[in-house]
């Protein structure tokens, strides 16, 4: 069962990659098994259609984002706002440059309008959403921040965020390099938590 498990990891990781460069429509199962070092046959033994694949692809990406996104919810009652917002935009951040295959699929499948994936994100995000929504509500009744429309700070906060991944090659075209570097990330992380606080105006950070 190890062994499997291990395989079908293989496998989703070299999937990932094809998704993000070609699209779901674009992906072939046969390039998908010869990156994985497979036959065809083979890999369909473990994955039978393109389609179940893809929803592996995207639960693996799903499970990823949410753990890193876990750190606000968790945040205990004196934890200082601002110290939980830097460690959040600092998680999406991270996300963003360690799996930048997986934030392109995930965008690319809510850009075509979540046809094939749409109902695991509406039962999985939206509550991780509301209990996120719940932080900003505490803090605010207790004058810790300034009041925000939580919601769309935190679309806000993912649109920053993962636009160092879904756009990191034009990011480095405009910036003249081949690829964005590790400062290019701790500028960006610097500048989104700045605006963030900025609005939230965090008194107890």
């Known amino acids: 069962m190890l062994n499997?498990?291990?395989?079908e990891a293989d496998i989703a990781a070299v999937a990932v990659r094809v998704f993000a460069e070609c699209g779901y429509e674009g992906a072939s199962v046969a390039a998908i098994a010869e990156g994985a070092g497979l036959s065809k046959q083979n890999l369909m033994y473990?994955?039978?259609t393109k389609q179940e694949l893809y929803r592996r692809v995207l639960d693996d990406v799903l499970d990823d984002w949410l753990e890193r996104m876990s750190s606000l919810a968790r945040a205990a009652e004196?934890?200082?706002?601002?110290?939980?917002l830097r460690a959040y935009v600092q998680a999406?951040?991270?996300?963003?440059?360690?799996?930048?295959?997986?934030?392109r699929v995930y965008a690319m499948?809510?850009?075509g309008g979540a046809r094939l994936y749409g109902g695991q994100?509406?039962?999985r995000v939206v509550p991780v959403l509301r209990r996120?929504?719940?932080v900003f509500e505490r803090w605010i009744a207790a004058g810790r921040i300034a009041p925000v429309n939580a919601t769309h700070l935190l679309?806000?906060?993912w649109a920053m965020t993962q636009s160092y991944a879904d756009f990191a090659a034009q990011m480095a075209l405009v910036l003249d390099r081949r690829q964005l570097l590790k400062k290019d990330y701790q500028e960006a992380e610097d500048t989104i938590v700045g605006l963030v606080l900025a609005l939230v105006q965090a008194r107890g950070a």
């Open 4 to 7: 499997r498990d291990r395989l």
């Open 121 to 123: 994100i509406r039962e």
């Open 78 to 84: 004196d934890d200082a706002p601002a110290d939980v």
């Open 132 to 134: 996120d929504i719940d």
């Open 46 to 48: 473990y994955f039978p």
């Open 109 to 111: 499948e809510v850009i």
């Open 92 to 103: 999406k951040l991270r996300f963003s440059q360690e799996q930048p295959y997986a934030s």
């Open 155 to 157: 679309f806000a906060i």
